[in-house]
């Protein structure tokens, strides 16, 4: 789902993109930040705190050394105050002290001793101490500090030693809890985070504006160009600005524009000249029919005639037929340019449709048929009469190139589908002239004499019903062994041919070819 | 003689069929205009009029019209177009019947001639309580007469006679027009509709001219 969207959409695609790419660069810069701003923070605590605390280390020392010369209770009282001075201190700032004597020393003295009632001695580690005890200095290190109620504080140790005198060496320890620093850490990071999911907010939300006034004249182009592509050759974009996109309009609008006076020209010159084609046809009709009426009155008189003028009459009259024949041809061919040619459509019988066109059109020499059709009705839905006509073509055809042998019409059918083949034993034609045979006025043969009263348009006009059908019509020939053109129909109107029940190639052509 | 007017204004076309009517035992009057052809019908009333689509003045549509709102003469349309447009409307303007150019001379003096044909018989016929008197050429309804043309009259008459039987609209067209071949059957659908505009007291539900989907028209069932 997610992919597919990300595949259809630019502007998704894009956003997507920013938004990832913001995400990480915000998540850089943050850390980077809050790493900085925390250490900086805590190191600055502790530094200030280690040099505070050696300063009071140092200060105590130098009291605790005067004040042994003023007798055991003025050092008393020194140590004392230094240990209860620490503590209120401590309790301001929430720093802890611990002193602790570093064993085995002169044990005639008191030994002093404080750490604070809930702390756990744990929290300061025993190598530390290790370390504070080899060391002159004040040394100092990060730890947990841990309370015996359970709480537990992020914090840091700050360790030294004390010189007691005619007490002995002591260990002090100042404990700092660092929850407050870590806390303002804390918000310092939260106020980051914030601050960087607002940012990526406020940059996928510009982006997204700003693509959509990148996109919309896009995508309205893609969209005038669909319905263009429909035929809808009057829908223009709309243009509300003067930039960029605007130019993209206004070219879009000028080729649409361009392209729409060019259709509107061509369909113009082309119904200019099936109009001119309808025009001549129905013109010439008038003085056809006076024509023929004239050429009928001289045959009737042709008793009274010399005989090549009785002759002529008759000439005449044929002549007249053929040419009200090419007449009507060259309507129905411009009404099939005009796309004007409509289909009257009823149920019928083929096979009757086959008989009767044949017996149409030699009554008296139905002999020189072999009609093979499946003995029971052939229902199919079409226009009889295109149909009728179709078949008259191509059956009338046959009888002009049979040169008198015998023609073959077949009727098969599957279950969707019906064929008719006509078959002729005569002339044929060579396999290279099969895609021209439909053209209109072709002649496989220029120079052969026109035997046939043919317009040269029936074979066009054949196509053009078959193709109103949905349906196929094929030929086959070679020169010699006749022709085969076979006609396949949907027996369902509005249905298309899937399968062909008679193939195109004669069966009997290899058996001719052997012979 | 029957008399002819025939409406034309190709002068050639119009002078070689007034010579084959004439030939074939008419009186031919010519007019060349539509306009022209109203004064020429009230003063000398025709039994046919063979009339023209494409004419000056009024075109022919209009012609046959205006013919039908006074006259129940028979009137062959002459049409340059076989296009159904043109066809269909000379038949709602009330022609008979139509020949497309170019025609058969013999053709056209075939089909004026069945126009003209009055087969008077002896007889009437009913369809539930229209009466058709076939003597007289009328039909009644409710005692008042029914103004129909011959073509109506020829058709409602066919139906009558056989009462029960359905005629496909081929049987019509051949007994009721005299066409040898298959034709234009949507002559039959025209008239039967015009037929039943003028019998039935509503054309939707006809009582009297009934159509029998997919295979053509009968006669309504006689009431006794």
């Not at chain 1, 006076?261 to 113009?268: H, K, P, S």
């Not at chain 1, 056809?288 to 004239?294: E, F, K, P, S, V």
């Amino acid at each position: 789902m997610l992919g597919i969207k990300f595949k259809q959409s630019l502007s998704f695609k894009i956003i997507f993109i920013i938004i990832i790419t913001c995400i990480a660069i915000t998540s850089i810069i943050g850390l980077t930040v809050y790493q900085r701003v925390s250490s900086t923070i805590i190191n600055e605590k502790i530094a200030i705190s280690k040099v505070e605390s050696s300063n009071a280390l140092n200060v105590a020392q130098s009291h605790f050394n005067i004040a042994r010369f003023q007798g055991d209770t003025g050092l008393n009282k020194a140590v004392e105050d230094f240990i209860a001075s620490s503590r209120e201190d401590g309790s301001i700032s929430g720093r802890e002290t611990v002193i602790l004597p570093i064993s085995n020393s002169n044990k005639k003295l008191n030994i002093f001793q404080t750490v604070p009632s809930l702390l756990v001695l744990n929290s300061i580690p025993r190598e530390f101490r290790d370390q504070v005890r080899n060391s002159k200095d004040v040394l100092e290190k990060k730890v947990t500090i841990y309370y015996s109620n359970g709480k537990k504080y992020p914090g840091f140790l700050i360790g030294g030693t004390l010189n007691i005198p005619k007490s002995g060496a002591y260990e002090i320890y100042y404990l700092f809890k660092l929850n407050a620093q870590y806390q303002s850490i804390a918000t310092i990071a939260w106020t980051l985070t914030l601050a960087g999911f607002l940012l990526v907010l406020l940059i996928a939300l510009s982006t997204r504006f700003l693509l959509r006034r990148v996109i919309a004249p896009v995508q309205q182009a893609a969209e005038v160009a669909e319905r263009f592509t429909q035929g809808d050759l009057s829908s223009r974009m709309v243009i509300s600005s003067e930039d960029e996109m605007a130019s993209l309009g206004n070219s879009f609008n000028e080729m649409a524009s361009s392209i729409q006076q060019q259709i509107d020209r061509l369909e113009n010159l082309s119904m200019l000249q099936q109009r001119f084609v309808s025009d001549v046809s129905h013109e010439l009709r008038t003085p056809l029919t006076t024509l023929r009426m004239a050429a009928e009155v001289i045959y009737e008189g042709k008793a009274s005639f010399d005989p090549n003028v009785a002759r002529s009459s008759e000439l005449l009259i044929n002549q007249i037929d053929r040419f009200e024949l090419l007449l009507s041809d060259l309507l129905e061919v411009s009404r099939f340019d005009a796309e004007a040619a409509s289909l009257g459509i009823v149920s019928f019988d083929l096979n009757y449709l086959v008989r009767k066109t044949v017996d149409y059109l030699h009554p008296s020499k139905s002999s020189l048929f072999d009609i093979s059709a499946p003995p029971e009705a052939v229902n199919i839905e079409g226009d009889a009469r295109r149909i009728e006509r179709i078949l008259r073509n191509l059956i009338s055809n046959a009888i002009d190139h049979s040169k008198g042998n015998r023609i073959e019409i077949q009727i098969k059918e599957s279950e969707n589908e019906v064929s008719v083949g006509v078959r002729d034993h005569g002339l044929g034609f060579e396999e290279k002239d099969a895609p021209y045979l439909f053209d209109r006025f072709w002649r496989a043969d220029p120079s052969r004499a026109r035997t046939s009263g043919g317009t040269g348009l029936g074979l066009s006009i054949a196509l053009e019903d078959t193709k109103l059908h949905q349906g196929q019509l094929l030929a086959w020939g070679r020169p010699n062994q006749g022709a085969h053109f076979v006609l396949t129909l949907p027996k369902q109107h509005g249905n298309s041919v899937q399968s062909f029940p008679i193939n195109l190639e004669p069966t009997d052509s290899n058996f001719k070819n052997i012979k | 003689m029957p008399l002819v007017m025939v409406v034309d204004d190709d002068q050639d076309l119009a002078e070689m069929l007034s010579i084959v009517l004439t030939g074939a035992g008419m009186e031919v009057d010519l007019v060349n205009r539509g306009d022209l052809v109203m004064d020429l019908f009230n003063t000398n009333p025709p039994d046919l009029v063979l009339l023209d689509v494409m004419l000056p003045g009024i075109d022919g549509i209009e012609v046959c019209k205006i013919i039908r709102e006074k006259s129940m003469v028979p009137i062959v349309m002459l049409t340059a177009k076989g296009d159904t447009q043109d066809v269909v409307l000379g038949l709602e303007a009330g022609a008979d019947d139509y020949m497309i150019k170019p025609f058969k001379p013999q053709e056209l003096v075939a089909r004026i001639n069945t126009r003209l044909r009055r087969n008077t018989k002896v007889g009437t016929l009913t369809i539930a309580d229209l009466v058709i008197d076939q003597m007289e050429h009328k039909v009644l309804k409710n005692n008042k007469e029914i103004a129909l043309t011959r073509l109506e009259f020829d058709l409602l008459a066919a139906l009558a006679k056989e009462p029960g039987r359905v005629f496909t609209r081929e049987i019509l067209l051949s007994e009721v027009w005299g066409y040898q071949h298959a034709a234009d059957t949507r002559l039959v659908n025209v008239h039967v509709q015009r037929l039943r505009s003028k019998i039935e007291s509503d054309a939707d539900n006809p009582e009297y001219v009934l159509t029998v989907r997919g295979v053509g028209y009968k006669a309504g069932s006689t009431k006794i």
